[in-house]
């Protein structure tokens, strides 16, 4: 049994560059579009507080005023809507400001997500801690990161969510080699490579945005040269820890079968709006038959 501390941070790296998006993200990260009406980030900090880390660092860049903006309180919108008697409304806007304790610091310079990482060193300390991609939303109905977190407790490594795709899509993921870890569910994994070509790839399987990661990151980190796009690259990191062995050593991969939505391009994120507004009671109906006649018409 490990004697690894509990994970109790959340990190979210919200200070790339979202060149796939613009020009909406000149001015905007893309972590604060919108998924029907609630920013993508929403989602992601309500699934970090739904399985009790509710102290969450945001790693911001330049466009940070937004992100700070929604999830602090508006005392005057407050009072207007108080006013009007409008409850729900209310109810909607003091949700973001009610999330846990959100922390924020600065990126300076984007140079990779494993720089991105490196900048929560202070706030993390010694404590294995969870990285959340903000343009990744995972399903609320399905379990991952409850689960990963089980896996860091267990193992008393890092690590990191994987999702089977298409060979052909391999090249826009880090990716993979793995194998069975007997008589458990998760898997380990031997290496990782970052944006491999689909000839190249040790496999299908593509570490999508969550991480549960043991503190000895950081030490990999600040000796981790820029790599790929001379970005530092988090998938790096890992590879080394992957081969470590002894504290801090070892790297697992839970495979994640259930709903993703990537909001980080253009075409991923329309179909992501799409399919989760479908799906909600007050506009679904609605926009599903709407949905039917406009591709009936095509
Ligand atoms: P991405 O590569 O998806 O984001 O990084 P990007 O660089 O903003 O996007 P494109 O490719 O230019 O469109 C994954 C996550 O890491 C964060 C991003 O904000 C995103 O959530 N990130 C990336 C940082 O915080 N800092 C960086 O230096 C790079």
New binding site residues.
Partial sequence: MSTTKPVRKAV??????????LPV?KAM???MLPVVDKPAIQYVVEEAVSVGLDDILM?T?RNKRALEDHFDRVPSLEATLEEKGDEKKLAAIQESSNLGDIHYVR?G?????G??VLCAQRHVGAEPFAVL???DLIDERDELLGEMIRVQQATGGSVVALMEVPREAISAYGCAKVSPVEGESFVQVHGLVEKPAPEDAPSNLAII?RYVLHPAVFGVLEETEPGRGG?IQLTDALQTLARREGEGGGVYGVVFRGRRYDT??KLSYLKAVVTLASERPDLGPELRSWLEEFVAGL
């Fill in positions: 979210i790296p919200v200070a790339g560059l979202g060149t796939r998006f993200t990260p893309k972590e790693i860049g990126q310079d984007p140079k990779g997500l720089h991105a991609l903000g343009d945005g970005e980080g391009d």
